[in-house]
Every structure is written in structure tokens, then in C-alpha cells.
């Protein structure tokens, strides 16, 4: 018997379904050409043994296998196509690819009778789980704003902790009822001027990646306001090619949505970059401890120092990790990740 999988199964959250998307695409692009790889609206079908699939939703995966073996597994390409694909799950998958015994499968196969039919989630906990809840339920979570002194923003409607699903489902569903009779926005503000290369497209563009020199509008992102003690990260993703608004620490409803726009230093340098690429006069709640952290960076950054007198260095970088924690209500992970690249 020629078969193989990985156990156990991959779950609905979120890191697994990138990897799972992203292996999906890679067998796609890898067998683009191929007659006998069918691409269904639910899965890949691959005509060959007992027509082997891969779904489109991994955790409703469970083997690629073909009891059709020797020769004949041979002949009709089954053998090559299951050395394949385990072979790319394993760089996508690692050590989670294992091979499978029929005798000691548990769990069934990808039901044959979901095959063809649309799959719609119908749960909003799901949804929130397990798929883009603003794609798919065209609600979004947030509502744009005037905010006083800055123009619009973003502001958060929905936001929950972490919870058993069914609990969520329950509170998000109520909240959701409340805001549908309000005046709930979810259009989107396009370009506001009729020649795109102008001060707006500047001060309404997210760099293309770190340091890139070509920008991008995106007519919701755009709306995001600066504060120096953020909640969100914005991150261009090359593969792609979009970028991607990441809450960084809990939101509460009614909290405005804003990321840095600046690439830190003093208040003078910071207020400088904004007013200048910006147009806009920043009054910071923050400087004191953002000097400090400042001055902590630029010495644990002396590497001279840090080979002559690495305790201090050290010292440094311990003391810059508790400013970090007190500046950013134990929400600076990023930052917190580089020191300790540093401190390594
Ligand atoms: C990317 S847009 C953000 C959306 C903008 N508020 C609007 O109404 O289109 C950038 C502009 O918003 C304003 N802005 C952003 N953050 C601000 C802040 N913290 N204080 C004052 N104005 C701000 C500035 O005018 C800046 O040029």
C-alpha cells in the first residue's frame, strides 16, 4: 500500500490555514500544466489510483493515499504524485507529516458527500476564527469616525476576549443586532483629489514594505490615524501584495485604531517627521520614557561598547526591556523581540 499523511489533523485557526492556503497555492503553481490535477471549487482532484484530493480547507484533510500500489501505482502516476506532495508537505509541514496506517486511521476521510457544495460558515464564531470576518459577513469591525483635531479614524466595534465559541458567538451576535440599527458605516472613503501623486496620496500611503520606496492607498488603512503608544502594526505582506493591520494588544470598543507613522527618536525629531511629512502638529502623551528608551537604544546599538563592556550593555538592555513593558502596557512584543535579538 502506497499512502501517506500527516496526524493529527490540522486545525481551523489561523496559522494553520495560511501554512495550509499557502501549501495549496505552491501545488497549484506546481501543477498548473498537469492534465490529469483537476482544480474543483472545493479541492484539487488528482485523476490518478483512487483519485486522491486535497481539499481547499485543511483541517478537513486527513490523507493523500492510494491503495493502488507497485506497478500499476506506477503507471497511472499515483506514486509520483503521493512522493510529491509529501515531499512539499513536509517543507511546509515539517515534522507534522507522518506517514498513515489505514489500520490506525481514527478519523474518517474528507467526507466525499462535502465535495462540490459551497461551504458556507454560518457561524460568526467560526467566522471570526476562521475566516476574514469582514470579507465574509461584510460587517465591518470597526467604524470610521471624525475625530476631533485629526481628521477621520477608525474606531473599534467589535472586540471580544478570548472565550469558548459558543460564548462568543452569543455576545457577538447581540452586539451585532445593537449595531445594525445604528449608523453603522461601512463605506469606504475614496481618493479625496483628483491627482493621485499629490500631498494626499503622501500622507494617505503605507510603505510597500519596510523602507520601500513605493507606497500604497488603501482606501480603509489610509484612515488610520498616528499615536506614538499604538495599538496596530501595519505590515506589507510581498506574497501577497497586500497589507495587513495587526492589533498588537486587546482594543476596547469605542478605542480608536492607530499605528506609528514615525520611525521613533526624540520628540523633537518625531514631531519634526510628522509636521514635515505628515502636516500635522503632534501633541505626543508620551516623551519622557520614550527619551529614555531612546538613549537605552542608541547605547545598547554602540557595539564597541558592547564588546568592550558587555555587562553594561546588558544592564542596558534589561532596563530598556521594563521601560518598554511600562511604555506599552506589556504590549511592545516587536520591539521586546529585537531587544532580545540584541541582548542574544
Ligand atoms: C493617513 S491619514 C489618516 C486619516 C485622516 N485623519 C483623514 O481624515 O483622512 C493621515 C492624516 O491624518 C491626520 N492625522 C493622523 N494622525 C493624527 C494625529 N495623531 N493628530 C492629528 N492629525 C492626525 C493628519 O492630517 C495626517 O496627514
Redesign the pocket.
Given at each position: 500500500m502506497l499512502a501517506s499523511t500527516w496526524s493529527p489533523c490540522l486545525s481551523e485557526g489561523v496559522v494553520d490555514r495560511h501554512k495550509w492556503n499557502r501549501f495549496i497555492g505552491f501545488i497549484k503553481n506546481h501543477y498548473k500544466d498537469d492534465s490529469q490535477v483537476e482544480i474543483k471549487p472545493n479541492y484539487i482532484l488528482f485523476k490518478a489510483g483512487e483519485h486522491p484530493i486535497l481539499p481547499f480547507e485543511g483541517h478537513k484533510f486527513l490523507h493523500f493515499s492510494s491503495k493502488v500500489s507497485g506497478i500499476i501505482a506506477v503507471a497511472t502516476r499515483v506514486a509520483s504524485y503521493i512522493n510529491t506532495i509529501t515531499r512539499i508537505s513536509k517543507v511546509h509541514f515539517g515534522s507534522r507529516v507522518q506517514y498513515w496506517d489505514e489500520g490506525a486511521d481514527q478519523y474518517g476521510n474528507y467526507d466525499g458527500n462535502e465535495r462540490d457544495e459551497p461551504e458556507i460558515n454560518t457561524s460568526i464564531a467560526s467566522l471570526l476564527t476562521g475566516t476574514n470576518p469582514i470579507k465574509e459577513l461584510g460587517i465591518p469591525l470597526f467604524e470610521i469616525k471624525d475625530?476631533p483635531?485629526?481628521?477621520?479614524?477608525l474606531i473599534a466595534l467589535l472586540t471580544a476576549q478570548s472565550m469558548p465559541p459558543n460564548e462568543l458567538e452569543l455576545i457577538f451576535a447581540a452586539r451585532l443586532r445593537a449595531r445594525r440599527n445604528n449608523n453603522f458605516c461601512p463605506s469606504i472613503?475614496t481618493a479625496?483629489e483628483k491627482h493621485p501623486f499629490n500631498n494626499t496620496f503622501k500622507?494617505?500611503a503605507l510603505p510597500c514594505g519596510a523602507g520601500s520606496v513605493v507606497g500604497g492607498v488603501n482606501p480603509t488603512i489610509?484612515?488610520?490615524?498616528?499615536?506614538c503608544i499604538l495599538n496596530s502594526y501595519n505590515n506589507w505582506d510581498s506574497n501577497a501584495e497586500h497589507e495587513t493591520i495587526y492589533a498588537i494588544r486587546p482594543i476596547k470598543t469605542g478605542e480608536e485604531v492607530?499605528i506609528s507613522?514615525n520611525h521613533g527618536g526624540t520628540l523633537i525629531v518625531r514631531r519634526a517627521f510628522?509636521k514635515e511629512a505628515?502636516?500635522?502638529?503632534?501633541?505626543c502623551p508620551s516623551n519622557s520614557r520614550r527619551l529614555l528608551i531612546q538613549d537605552l537604544d542608541d547605547a545598547i546599538g554602540d557595539l564597541f561598547r558592547m564588546q568592550i563592556r558587555p555587562k553594561e550593555s546588558l544592564s542596558d538592555c534589561h532596563s530598556l526591556l521594563q521601560v518598554l513593558q511600562e511604555e506599552y502596557d506589556g504590549y511592545a512584543r516587536a520591539l521586546i523581540a529585537r531587544l532580545y535579538y540584541d541582548a542574544f
Open positions: 475625530i483635531g485629526k481628521g477621520k479614524g472613503i479625496r500622507t494617505n489610509c484612515l488610520i490615524n498616528h499615536n492607530t507613522y510628522l505628515f502636516g500635522f502638529d503632534y501633541n
